[in-house]
């Protein structure tokens, strides 16, 4: 089906905050395009200005009319090569790109991938959790009924799990995922990753949920959360509740340290007053 006269589908990745992470053949694969396919045109231009690529831009969504689908392939079909791009990362990443693809593909149109940067897998690469199987979820659901149900779905799976997440709801998030595989279960946080302010929190989701709460930065910016399979959370089978005290004593105030504990860990809030009070003491 492919005939020489066609034109290729590069998918190319681009950097997900710093500029330094565009990779070479990524720039000059869009310098060698007829057009470039993006979500949104005025935010790529910024991009490929600093590039120094002056390409038309084609806006490309997965769930847009017909019509911009349609003008890429028979572009591809009249012989032109085009890039598909992202607003960062990898396209097609809980981002636009599948129906292109698949239509390109199923029109016998070669379909080639720049690689470079991916969140998902940045995020992974260092949250020192197993990664010889590991399940990419993308995006939860905004609403806290619909994530628990999601995570209950997920509840013993034997794989390392990958989420984006909305800063606005990184700390909900936290806590239904506490309620589902519970404050001892093993979590990673990378924030802002390659970009100025980039974090990275590793430790139970009790201790993750009490750095969030109490540095509110850490619930800005955009945000990778990384589960561990059920099988490798500590081998506490509760939150160490003296230790869970101490950490949230280091920040808040006794009252307040309580509560918190009492809400993480179920438990009796004047208990945790009381053991505030004798660890402060
Ligand atoms: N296609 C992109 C990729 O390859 O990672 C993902 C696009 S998705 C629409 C955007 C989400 O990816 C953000 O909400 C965040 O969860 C994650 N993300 C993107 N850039 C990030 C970064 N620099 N640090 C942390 N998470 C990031």
């Known amino acids: 089906m492919n005939s020489n006269q066609s034109g290729t589908l590069y998918i190319v990745a681009t950097p997900i905050g710093n500029l330094g992470d565009m990779v070479p053949r990524a720039i000059e694969t869009l310098q060698s395009v007829s057009a470039i396919a993006c979500e949104d045109t005025r935010h790529s231009k910024k991009l490929l200005d600093h590039f120094r690529i002056d390409k038309p831009l084609v806006a490309y969504h997965d769930h847009s009319d017909k019509t911009s689908s349609y003008k890429i392939l028979k572009r591809l079909a009249s012989g032109q090569d085009i890039a598909l791009i992202s607003d960062a990362g990898t396209p097609l990443i809980s981002d636009p790109g599948y129906r292109l693809v698949l239509a390109a593909r199923e029109q016998g149109f070669a379909v080639v991938p720049i690689p470079g940067a991916c969140a998902a897998i940045a995020a992974l690469s260092v949250a020192g959790l197993p990664t010889d199987k590991f399940r990419f979820i993308g995006f939860l659901p905004a609403k806290s009924s619909q994530r628990i ?57 009790a201790e993750l949920l009490v750095k969030v709460e109490t540095d509110s930065n850490q619930q800005r910016g955009e945000i990778v959360l990384v589960l561990g399979a059920s099988e490798i959370t500590t081998t506490a089978t509760s939150v160490d509740d003296e230790r869970l005290l101490r950490l949230l004593l280091t920040e808040l105030p006794a009252a307040k340290a309580a509560a918190l504990a009492a809400k993480i860990t179920g438990g009796d809030k004047k208990q945790f007053y009381q053991m ?3 660890q402060k003491g």
Not at 153 to 166: I, R, S
């Open 276 to 278: 505030a009070l004798a």
């Open 149 to 205: 149900k999601s995570f209950e779905q997920l509840k013993g799976v034997d794989e390392t799990m990958v989420f984006y997440e909305a800063p606005h709801r990184i700390l909900e998030c936290l806590k239904d995922a506490i309620a589902v595989f519970g404050g001892a279960h093993i979590g990673f946080i990378a924030r802002e990753i390659t970009k100025t302010f980039e974090t990275y929190l590793y430790g139970t989701l």
